[in-house]
């Protein structure tokens, strides 16, 4: 991913008053994100760049007439590492399961159900006409 696109996915992310957006959010299942800790997997505050509707299954869109849809800003989200890679979101849309929640100040392990909201897929069923 390139610097514009992990910026786009930060942008995405949740802010959390009382911290500096710059520096700290929460993604969609409310797990803490600390900018910094990109890629960072030895971090329980790490994250990733995540496409919302994922990659598997739309390679169509991949590029078409020179715009790569797949990482166009609306379809990139920061998403805390477990959550977007080991047993998290996976390829699964517009639901999927967490495995971080954000408890207090601090991260636990947690598994529910979230569901992308519907205007975010209205948005994105927009952009992949």
């Known amino acids: 991913m390139t610097d514009e696109q992990q910026d786009a996915a930060w942008e995405n992310a949740i802010i959390v008053d009382g911290y500096n957006k710059d520096l700290v959010r929460k993604d969609i299942c409310g797990a803490w994100m600390e900018k910094d800790k990109y890629k ?4 329980s505050f790490g994250w990733h760049v995540d496409h919302i509707r994922p990659q598997a299954g739309n390679e169509d869109y991949a590029s078409i007439d020179g ?3 797949m990482d166009d800003d609306l379809n990139l989200q920061a998403m805390q590492i477990v959550n977007n890679g080991m047993g998290g979101k996976g390829n699964k849309y517009p639901t999927f399961d967490s495995a971080i929640q954000g408890s207090g100040k601090s991260n636990i392990e947690s598994v529910e159900e979230f ?3 519907q205007e975010k897929q209205d948005e994105l069923e927009e952009l992949f006409k």
């Open 40 to 43: 960072d997997a030895d971090s």
């Open 67 to 69: 715009h790569d849809y």
């Open 115 to 117: 569901t992308i909201s």
